[in-house]
Protein backbone atom coordinates (compact mmCIF):
# COMPACT_ATOMS: atom_id res chain seq x y z
CA UNK A 1 0.00 0.00 0.00
CA UNK A 2 1.39 3.25 -0.76
CA UNK A 3 2.07 5.84 2.64
CA UNK A 4 -0.60 8.75 2.25
CA UNK A 5 -0.69 11.58 3.99
CA UNK A 6 -3.66 12.88 5.33
CA UNK A 7 -4.86 16.08 6.69
CA UNK A 8 -7.18 15.07 9.59
CA UNK A 9 -10.43 16.82 9.57
CA UNK A 10 -12.00 14.44 6.67
CA UNK A 11 -15.09 16.66 7.38
CA UNK A 12 -16.04 14.16 10.27
CA UNK A 13 -19.03 15.11 11.45
CA UNK A 14 -20.24 13.85 15.31
CA UNK A 15 -23.43 11.95 14.57
CA UNK A 16 -22.46 8.29 14.92
CA UNK A 17 -25.96 6.98 16.30
CA UNK A 18 -26.04 5.07 19.55
CA UNK A 19 -22.79 6.61 21.00
CA UNK A 20 -22.75 8.29 24.08
CA UNK A 21 -20.38 9.60 26.10
CA UNK A 22 -18.98 8.21 29.29
CA UNK A 23 -17.36 10.37 32.07
CA UNK A 24 -14.76 8.97 35.03
CA UNK A 25 -13.84 11.30 37.84
CA UNK A 26 -10.95 10.46 40.21
CA UNK A 27 -12.38 10.31 43.98
CA UNK A 28 -8.59 11.32 45.13
CA UNK A 29 -6.25 13.93 44.64
CA UNK A 30 -3.65 12.54 42.91
CA UNK A 31 -0.11 12.30 44.54
CA UNK A 32 1.64 11.67 40.75
CA UNK A 33 5.46 12.68 40.43
CA UNK A 34 3.82 14.55 37.61
CA UNK A 35 1.99 17.09 40.47
CA UNK A 36 5.42 17.28 41.95
CA UNK A 37 7.95 18.54 38.87
CA UNK A 38 9.19 22.00 39.06
CA UNK A 39 9.60 23.81 35.84
CA UNK A 40 12.88 25.12 36.67
CA UNK A 41 13.91 21.29 37.37
CA UNK A 42 15.35 19.48 34.63
CA UNK A 43 13.86 16.49 34.23
CA UNK A 44 15.19 12.72 36.21
CA UNK A 45 15.86 9.33 35.11
CA UNK A 46 13.52 7.34 36.83
CA UNK A 47 15.19 5.12 38.92
CA UNK A 48 12.21 2.61 40.09
CA UNK A 49 9.18 0.95 38.95
CA UNK A 50 7.18 3.39 41.89
CA UNK A 51 8.65 6.43 39.92
CA UNK A 52 7.45 5.07 36.75
CA UNK A 53 3.89 4.70 37.66
CA UNK A 54 2.87 7.79 37.46
CA UNK A 55 -0.29 9.19 36.60
CA UNK A 56 -0.90 12.40 33.85
CA UNK A 57 -4.21 13.70 35.34
CA UNK A 58 -3.09 16.79 37.07
CA UNK A 59 -2.27 17.97 33.61
CA UNK A 60 -5.23 16.28 31.89
CA UNK A 61 -7.28 18.67 34.80
CA UNK A 62 -4.84 21.69 34.05
CA UNK A 63 -4.96 21.50 30.01
CA UNK A 64 -8.37 20.13 29.22
CA UNK A 65 -10.79 23.00 30.22
CA UNK A 66 -9.02 25.21 27.52
CA UNK A 67 -9.54 22.47 24.88
CA UNK A 68 -12.49 23.06 22.33
CA UNK A 69 -14.10 21.22 19.20
CA UNK A 70 -14.00 23.57 16.19
CA UNK A 71 -17.46 22.73 13.79
CA UNK A 72 -17.29 24.67 10.55
CA UNK A 73 -19.86 24.62 7.30
CA UNK A 74 -21.00 26.59 4.32
CA UNK A 75 -23.76 26.58 2.11
CA UNK A 76 -23.09 27.05 -1.62
CA UNK A 77 -25.60 26.51 -4.93
CA UNK A 78 -23.94 25.46 -7.48
CA UNK A 79 -25.42 26.87 -11.13
CA UNK A 80 -24.95 25.82 -14.39
CA UNK A 81 -21.42 26.14 -15.99
CA UNK A 82 -21.63 26.36 -20.20
CA UNK A 83 -17.93 26.68 -20.35
CA UNK A 84 -18.09 22.92 -19.04
CA UNK A 85 -19.41 21.89 -22.59
CA UNK A 86 -16.09 22.55 -23.61
CA UNK A 87 -14.30 19.26 -23.50
CA UNK A 88 -10.50 20.51 -23.74
CA UNK A 89 -11.47 22.73 -20.91
CA UNK A 90 -12.83 20.16 -18.67
CA UNK A 91 -9.41 18.14 -19.14
CA UNK A 92 -7.40 21.53 -18.01
CA UNK A 93 -9.79 22.47 -15.22
CA UNK A 94 -11.55 19.84 -13.88
CA UNK A 95 -15.47 19.19 -13.74
CA UNK A 96 -15.72 21.30 -11.30
CA UNK A 97 -16.96 18.80 -8.24
CA UNK A 98 -19.66 16.60 -7.55
CA UNK A 99 -22.39 18.55 -6.56
CA UNK A 100 -25.87 18.74 -8.90
CA UNK A 101 -26.06 21.80 -10.61
CA UNK A 102 -28.61 24.46 -9.17
CA UNK A 103 -28.96 22.52 -6.01
CA UNK A 104 -27.88 23.97 -2.51
CA UNK A 105 -24.99 21.50 -1.21
CA UNK A 106 -23.58 21.98 2.43
CA UNK A 107 -20.06 20.91 3.05
CA UNK A 108 -18.89 20.89 6.68
CA UNK A 109 -15.77 20.47 8.12
CA UNK A 110 -14.98 19.35 12.49
CA UNK A 111 -11.79 19.81 14.10
CA UNK A 112 -10.08 20.95 17.55
CA UNK A 113 -8.60 23.92 18.73
CA UNK A 114 -7.03 25.68 22.12
CA UNK A 115 -8.36 29.03 23.85
CA UNK A 116 -5.02 31.14 24.22
CA UNK A 117 -6.96 33.92 25.74
CA UNK A 118 -8.83 34.52 28.08
CA UNK A 119 -11.15 36.92 25.88
CA UNK A 120 -11.77 34.25 23.74
CA UNK A 121 -8.70 33.74 21.04
CA UNK A 122 -8.91 30.40 19.64
CA UNK A 123 -6.32 28.89 17.85
CA UNK A 124 -6.39 25.80 15.38
CA UNK A 125 -5.66 24.90 11.86
CA UNK A 126 -6.48 26.60 8.97
CA UNK A 127 -7.25 23.78 7.02
CA UNK A 128 -10.34 22.98 9.85
CA UNK A 129 -12.21 26.51 8.83
CA UNK A 130 -10.89 27.08 5.02
CA UNK A 131 -13.56 27.97 2.62
CA UNK A 132 -16.24 28.17 5.93
CA UNK A 133 -18.34 30.58 6.69
CA UNK A 134 -20.06 29.49 9.44
CA UNK A 135 -17.92 28.57 12.74
CA UNK A 136 -19.02 27.55 16.21
CA UNK A 137 -17.09 26.26 18.91
CA UNK A 138 -17.90 23.96 21.93
CA UNK A 139 -16.31 24.46 25.09
CA UNK A 140 -15.28 21.25 27.35
CA UNK A 141 -18.26 22.39 29.77
CA UNK A 142 -20.92 21.79 26.96
CA UNK A 143 -21.23 25.40 25.87
CA UNK A 144 -21.97 26.07 22.05
CA UNK A 145 -20.55 29.47 20.97
CA UNK A 146 -20.47 31.20 18.08
CA UNK A 147 -16.79 32.18 16.71
CA UNK A 148 -15.83 34.87 13.88
CA UNK A 149 -12.54 33.92 12.23
CA UNK A 150 -9.66 36.57 12.85
CA UNK A 151 -6.74 35.79 10.58
CA UNK A 152 -5.94 32.66 8.33
CA UNK A 153 -2.17 31.86 7.57
CA UNK A 154 -2.73 29.28 4.85
CA UNK A 155 1.32 29.36 4.47
CA UNK A 156 1.37 27.94 8.11
CA UNK A 157 -1.70 25.86 8.03
CA UNK A 158 -2.79 28.23 11.34
CA UNK A 159 -5.59 30.41 11.93
CA UNK A 160 -6.98 32.32 14.42
CA UNK A 161 -10.74 32.61 15.62
CA UNK A 162 -12.90 34.72 18.28
CA UNK A 163 -15.45 34.02 20.69
CA UNK A 164 -18.26 36.38 20.02
CA UNK A 165 -20.18 35.33 23.37
CA UNK A 166 -18.63 35.47 27.05
CA UNK A 167 -15.48 35.84 28.61
CA UNK A 168 -12.82 34.99 31.48
CA UNK A 169 -12.47 31.63 29.24
CA UNK A 170 -10.01 29.23 30.35
CA UNK A 171 -6.32 29.35 28.46
CA UNK A 172 -3.57 27.17 27.99
CA UNK A 173 -0.06 28.18 28.55
CA UNK A 174 2.41 28.54 25.65
CA UNK A 175 5.42 27.25 26.35
CA UNK A 176 8.58 27.31 23.94
CA UNK A 177 9.33 24.64 21.69
CA UNK A 178 12.83 25.21 21.02
CA UNK A 179 12.88 23.99 24.38
CA UNK A 180 11.66 20.72 23.40
CA UNK A 181 14.08 17.26 23.27
CA UNK A 182 12.89 14.30 21.67
CA UNK A 183 11.82 11.43 24.27
CA UNK A 184 9.91 13.96 26.29
CA UNK A 185 6.58 13.26 27.35
CA UNK A 186 3.67 14.84 25.23
CA UNK A 187 -0.02 14.59 25.28
CA UNK A 188 -2.72 15.39 22.58
CA UNK A 189 -6.03 16.62 22.93
CA UNK A 190 -8.40 17.12 20.64
CA UNK A 191 -11.63 15.35 19.49
CA UNK A 192 -11.04 12.54 16.85
CA UNK A 193 -13.85 10.98 14.61
CA UNK A 194 -15.86 13.28 16.67
CA UNK A 195 -16.20 11.07 19.38
CA UNK A 196 -16.27 13.88 22.24
CA UNK A 197 -12.81 14.99 23.82
CA UNK A 198 -10.11 12.31 24.18
CA UNK A 199 -6.35 12.18 25.66
CA UNK A 200 -3.54 10.40 24.31
CA UNK A 201 -0.17 10.05 25.37
CA UNK A 202 3.11 9.85 23.82
CA UNK A 203 6.78 11.08 23.57
CA UNK A 204 8.52 14.16 21.06
CA UNK A 205 9.58 11.61 18.50
CA UNK A 206 11.57 13.96 16.58
CA UNK A 207 12.70 17.83 16.04
CA UNK A 208 12.82 19.89 12.73
CA UNK A 209 11.13 17.17 10.31
CA UNK A 210 11.19 18.85 7.20
CA UNK A 211 9.47 17.27 3.93
CA UNK A 212 6.14 16.92 5.41
CA UNK A 213 4.10 18.79 2.74
CA UNK A 214 2.02 20.36 5.08
CA UNK A 215 2.50 24.11 4.94
CA UNK A 216 4.79 26.28 3.76
CA UNK A 217 7.17 26.16 6.94
CA UNK A 218 7.68 22.96 6.92
CA UNK A 219 9.19 22.56 10.25
CA UNK A 220 7.17 20.49 13.04
CA UNK A 221 7.32 18.53 15.68
CA UNK A 222 6.80 14.64 15.53
CA UNK A 223 4.65 12.86 18.08
CA UNK A 224 3.97 9.10 18.68
CA UNK A 225 0.86 10.54 20.85
CA UNK A 226 -2.06 8.74 19.10
CA UNK A 227 -3.92 11.58 16.87
CA UNK A 228 -6.27 10.93 14.52
CA UNK A 229 -8.80 12.54 12.05
CA UNK A 230 -10.39 15.41 13.94
CA UNK A 231 -7.83 16.52 16.34
CA UNK A 232 -6.79 18.82 14.02
CA UNK A 233 -5.97 22.18 15.53
CA UNK A 234 -5.83 20.72 18.71
CA UNK A 235 -3.03 21.16 21.40
CA UNK A 236 0.37 18.78 22.03
CA UNK A 237 0.81 19.39 25.84
CA UNK A 238 4.52 19.30 27.80
CA UNK A 239 4.24 17.90 31.22
CA UNK A 240 3.93 21.31 32.69
CA UNK A 241 0.45 21.55 31.15
CA UNK A 242 1.84 24.06 28.35
CA UNK A 243 0.80 24.16 24.11
CA UNK A 244 4.22 23.43 22.34
CA UNK A 245 2.60 22.55 19.21
CA UNK A 246 -0.36 22.13 16.77
CA UNK A 247 -1.65 18.65 15.68
CA UNK A 248 -2.16 19.09 12.06
CA UNK A 249 -1.13 16.20 10.22
CA UNK A 250 -0.70 12.52 10.42
CA UNK A 251 1.71 10.08 7.98
CA UNK A 252 -0.96 6.76 7.41
CA UNK A 253 -2.02 3.60 5.68
CA UNK A 254 -5.43 3.74 6.48
CA UNK A 255 -6.44 7.37 7.72
CA UNK A 256 -6.27 6.30 11.64
CA UNK A 257 -2.86 6.65 13.53
CA UNK A 258 0.12 4.29 13.32
CA UNK A 259 1.90 6.62 15.54
CA UNK A 260 3.76 8.90 13.36
CA UNK A 261 1.95 12.71 13.86
CA UNK A 262 3.24 16.39 13.38
CA UNK A 263 2.60 19.25 14.98
CA UNK A 264 3.37 22.75 14.45
CA UNK A 265 5.85 24.46 17.15
CA UNK A 266 4.21 26.64 19.14
CA UNK A 267 7.08 29.28 18.48
CA UNK A 268 5.28 29.86 14.88
CA UNK A 269 1.68 29.93 16.46
CA UNK A 270 2.98 32.97 18.70
CA UNK A 271 3.94 35.06 15.33
CA UNK A 272 0.56 33.98 14.06
CA UNK A 273 -1.30 35.30 17.56
CA UNK A 274 0.39 38.45 17.58
CA UNK A 275 -0.29 39.51 13.98
CA UNK A 276 -4.01 38.44 14.82
CA UNK A 277 -3.97 40.64 18.58
CA UNK A 278 -2.21 43.60 16.06
CA UNK A 279 -5.26 43.39 14.05
CA UNK A 280 -3.71 42.26 10.82
CA UNK A 281 -4.92 40.13 8.41
CA UNK A 282 -2.18 38.54 7.36
CA UNK A 283 1.10 37.78 8.76
CA UNK A 284 4.14 39.85 7.80
CA UNK A 285 7.57 37.54 8.36
CA UNK A 286 11.18 38.96 7.69
CA UNK A 287 11.95 38.40 3.95
CA UNK A 288 15.67 36.96 3.05
CA UNK A 289 15.16 37.84 -0.70
CA UNK A 290 17.10 34.85 -1.39
CA UNK A 291 16.07 31.67 -3.46
CA UNK A 292 17.74 28.52 -0.97
CA UNK A 293 18.20 25.58 -2.49
CA UNK A 294 18.35 21.93 -0.84
CA UNK A 295 22.32 20.64 -0.42
CA UNK A 296 21.96 17.45 -2.04
CA UNK A 297 25.83 15.33 -1.47
CA UNK A 298 26.63 15.91 -5.13
CA UNK A 299 26.69 19.57 -4.60
CA UNK A 300 28.11 19.14 -1.30
CA UNK A 301 31.01 17.18 -3.00
CA UNK A 302 31.16 20.06 -5.31
CA UNK A 303 31.40 22.91 -2.34
CA UNK A 304 34.02 21.14 -0.70
CA UNK A 305 31.48 20.24 2.19
CA UNK A 306 32.49 17.43 4.39
CA UNK A 307 28.15 16.41 4.33
CA UNK A 308 24.91 17.69 2.61
CA UNK A 309 23.94 19.73 5.18
CA UNK A 310 22.57 23.84 5.11
CA UNK A 311 20.70 25.48 2.37
CA UNK A 312 22.36 27.03 -0.95
CA UNK A 313 22.06 30.59 -1.91
CA UNK A 314 20.69 29.54 -5.42
CA UNK A 315 19.88 33.33 -6.18
CA UNK A 316 19.97 36.59 -4.55
CA UNK A 317 17.62 39.55 -4.98
CA UNK A 318 20.48 43.00 -5.56
CA UNK A 319 17.71 44.61 -3.17
CA UNK A 320 17.04 42.59 -0.74
CA UNK A 321 18.64 41.98 2.86
CA UNK A 322 20.12 39.10 2.31
CA UNK A 323 22.80 41.03 -0.39
CA UNK A 324 22.90 44.31 2.20
CA UNK A 325 24.52 42.10 4.46
CA UNK A 326 27.18 40.83 1.95
CA UNK A 327 25.45 37.63 0.53
CA UNK A 328 26.64 36.05 -2.70
CA UNK A 329 25.25 33.69 -4.85
CA UNK A 330 26.77 30.15 -3.83
CA UNK A 331 27.16 31.26 -0.20
CA UNK A 332 25.65 28.04 2.14
CA UNK A 333 23.97 29.14 5.42
CA UNK A 334 24.15 26.66 8.48
CA UNK A 335 22.94 28.60 11.38
CA UNK A 336 20.40 31.28 12.50
CA UNK A 337 20.77 32.93 15.49
CA UNK A 338 23.30 30.47 17.24
CA UNK A 339 20.21 27.69 16.37
CA UNK A 340 21.65 25.35 13.15
CA UNK A 341 19.86 25.36 10.21
CA UNK A 342 20.27 21.92 8.33
CA UNK A 343 17.91 23.04 5.16
CA UNK A 344 16.21 25.91 3.67
CA UNK A 345 12.84 25.00 5.52
CA UNK A 346 14.91 25.37 8.81
CA UNK A 347 16.25 28.71 7.40
CA UNK A 348 12.68 30.03 6.77
CA UNK A 349 11.26 28.39 9.99
CA UNK A 350 14.04 30.51 12.22
CA UNK A 351 13.46 33.72 10.38
CA UNK A 352 9.72 32.89 9.90
CA UNK A 353 9.81 33.01 14.01
CA UNK A 354 11.64 36.33 14.21
CA UNK A 355 9.78 39.57 15.23
CA UNK A 356 10.27 42.41 12.53
CA UNK A 357 12.84 45.21 12.93
CA UNK A 358 16.59 44.97 14.47
CA UNK A 359 18.56 42.10 13.16
CA UNK A 360 19.19 38.13 12.92
CA UNK A 361 22.83 36.67 12.83
CA UNK A 362 23.17 33.94 10.27
CA UNK A 363 26.33 31.43 9.94
CA UNK A 364 27.55 31.32 6.71
CA UNK A 365 30.02 28.53 4.49
CA UNK A 366 31.77 30.72 1.84
CA UNK A 367 34.62 28.78 0.13
CA UNK A 368 35.13 26.66 2.93
CA UNK A 369 35.55 29.21 5.60
CA UNK A 370 32.95 30.22 8.23
CA UNK A 371 31.21 33.45 7.99
CA UNK A 372 28.79 35.44 10.23
CA UNK A 373 26.70 38.12 8.89
CA UNK A 374 23.59 40.04 10.08
CA UNK A 375 20.23 40.35 8.20
CA UNK A 376 18.15 42.98 8.96
CA UNK A 377 15.03 41.94 9.35
CA UNK A 378 11.99 43.62 6.91
CA UNK A 379 9.11 42.58 5.62
CA UNK A 380 9.41 42.00 1.44
CA UNK A 381 8.34 44.97 -0.29
CA UNK A 382 5.44 45.52 -2.62
CA UNK A 383 6.89 46.67 -5.66
CA UNK A 384 4.95 47.29 -7.48
CA UNK A 385 1.61 48.07 -5.69
CA UNK A 386 -0.81 44.90 -6.08
CA UNK A 387 -3.68 47.28 -7.77
CA UNK A 388 -6.45 44.57 -7.51
CA UNK A 389 -8.89 44.41 -10.02
CA UNK A 390 -12.01 42.55 -9.99
CA UNK A 391 -12.91 41.19 -12.99
CA UNK A 392 -16.52 41.49 -14.44
CA UNK A 393 -18.27 40.53 -18.04
CA UNK A 394 -18.53 37.27 -19.68
CA UNK A 395 -14.59 35.92 -19.81
CA UNK A 396 -13.52 32.78 -17.95
CA UNK A 397 -11.56 35.30 -15.04
CA UNK A 398 -15.26 37.33 -14.53
CA UNK A 399 -15.32 37.05 -10.94
CA UNK A 400 -11.73 36.59 -9.87
CA UNK A 401 -9.55 39.27 -8.25
CA UNK A 402 -5.99 39.85 -9.51
CA UNK A 403 -2.84 41.82 -8.26
CA UNK A 404 0.64 42.85 -9.41
CA UNK A 405 3.33 40.62 -8.81
CA UNK A 406 5.80 42.20 -5.64
CA UNK A 407 8.09 40.19 -3.19
CA UNK A 408 6.04 40.58 -0.99
CA UNK A 409 3.28 39.10 -3.22
CA UNK A 410 5.51 36.37 -4.24
CA UNK A 411 6.40 35.93 -0.64
CA UNK A 412 2.77 35.84 0.75
CA UNK A 413 0.91 33.55 -1.46
CA UNK A 414 4.05 31.25 -2.39
CA UNK A 415 3.99 31.84 -5.94
CA UNK A 416 6.08 29.72 -8.18
CA UNK A 417 8.60 31.15 -10.82
CA UNK A 418 6.32 34.36 -11.03
CA UNK A 419 9.03 36.78 -13.20
CA UNK A 420 6.05 38.19 -14.66
CA UNK A 421 1.76 38.00 -15.06
CA UNK A 422 -0.55 38.80 -12.31
CA UNK A 423 -1.92 36.61 -9.52
CA UNK A 424 -5.29 35.33 -9.20
CA UNK A 425 -5.74 36.64 -5.22
CA UNK A 426 -9.41 35.79 -4.56
CA UNK A 427 -12.20 34.14 -6.33
CA UNK A 428 -16.28 34.28 -5.68
CA UNK A 429 -18.08 31.75 -4.66
CA UNK A 430 -20.28 30.73 -7.49
CA UNK A 431 -18.53 33.08 -10.39
CA UNK A 432 -17.43 31.87 -13.66
CA UNK A 433 -13.86 32.08 -12.36
CA UNK A 434 -14.95 29.61 -9.50
CA UNK A 435 -16.66 27.44 -11.63
CA UNK A 436 -13.92 27.08 -14.16
CA UNK A 437 -11.49 26.31 -10.80
CA UNK A 438 -9.27 29.23 -10.85
CA UNK A 439 -7.65 28.88 -7.83
CA UNK A 440 -6.08 31.21 -4.87
CA UNK A 441 -2.24 31.59 -6.63
CA UNK A 442 -2.85 31.38 -10.51
CA UNK A 443 -0.45 32.82 -12.34
CA UNK A 444 -2.32 34.73 -15.79
CA UNK A 445 0.74 34.74 -18.01
CA UNK A 446 -1.24 35.54 -21.49
CA UNK A 447 -4.64 35.86 -22.71
CA UNK A 448 -4.99 35.31 -26.51
CA UNK A 449 -1.57 35.73 -26.91
CA UNK A 450 -1.19 39.08 -25.22
CA UNK A 451 1.24 38.94 -22.73
CA UNK A 452 0.25 39.98 -19.07
CA UNK A 453 1.94 42.72 -17.56
CA UNK A 454 0.00 43.81 -15.23
CA UNK A 455 -4.00 44.12 -13.30
CA UNK A 456 -4.71 46.84 -16.01
CA UNK A 457 -3.92 44.64 -19.25
CA UNK A 458 -5.92 41.52 -17.80
CA UNK A 459 -8.69 43.89 -16.99
CA UNK A 460 -8.83 45.35 -20.63
CA UNK A 461 -7.91 41.86 -22.55
CA UNK A 462 -11.31 40.53 -20.82
CA UNK A 463 -13.30 43.57 -20.97
CA UNK A 464 -14.98 42.49 -24.64
CA UNK A 465 -16.53 39.84 -25.59
CA UNK A 466 -14.22 36.97 -27.82
CA UNK A 467 -15.18 34.09 -29.86
CA UNK A 468 -12.67 32.08 -28.26
CA UNK A 469 -9.93 32.56 -24.88
CA UNK A 470 -6.76 31.33 -25.47
CA UNK A 471 -5.66 31.19 -22.19
CA UNK A 472 -1.99 30.64 -20.51
CA UNK A 473 -1.87 30.06 -16.65
CA UNK A 474 0.98 28.87 -14.57
CA UNK A 475 -0.30 26.83 -11.77
CA UNK A 476 2.32 24.83 -9.03
CA UNK A 477 5.43 26.12 -11.35
CA UNK A 478 3.79 24.27 -14.10
CA UNK A 479 2.97 26.40 -17.65
CA UNK A 480 -0.50 25.34 -18.90
CA UNK A 481 -2.10 27.08 -22.61
CA UNK A 482 -5.97 26.26 -23.24
CA UNK A 483 -8.36 27.47 -25.35
CA UNK A 484 -12.05 27.86 -24.27
CA UNK A 485 -15.65 29.07 -26.67
CA UNK A 486 -16.29 32.14 -26.10
Same mark, same amino acid.
Request: hydrophobic share 40%; with cysteine; glycine share 12%.
Given at each position: ?152 DPRTDLAVLKLTEGSNFPTM ?142 ? @? +????? /????? #?? !? %? *????? $??? &? ?86 ? @? +????? /????? #?? !? %? *????? $??? &? ?30 TTVVGG
Amino acid at each position: MRLTLRYFFFAVLACAAGVSAAYLERAAEPTSAVAQVSTNEAPAVPKSRAEIAYSFAPVVKKAQPAVVNVFASRVERMPVNPFLDDPIFRRFFGEGGGAMPGRPNTAQSLGSGVIVDPTGLVVTNNHVIEGMTDVKVALADKREIPAKILLRDPRTDLAVLKLTEGSNFPTMELGDSDALEVGDLTLAIGNPFGVGQTVTQGIVSALARTHVGISDYGFFIQTDAAINPGNSGGPLVDMNARVVGINSAIFSKSGGSIGIGFAIPVNMVKSVLAAAKGGGKMVKRPWLGATLQTISQEIAEGLGLDRPTGALLAD @V +DPKGP /AAEAG #LK !R %G *DVIIS $VDG &QTADDPEAVGYRLGTRPLGGQATVGVLRGGKKIVAQIRLAPAPEIPPRDPVKLKGQSPFAGATVINISPAVVEEMSVQGATNGVVVSE @V +DDGSL /AQQLN #LQ !R %G *DLVLA $VND &QKIESTRDLEKATSSRAYYWKITLARGGQVFTTVVGG
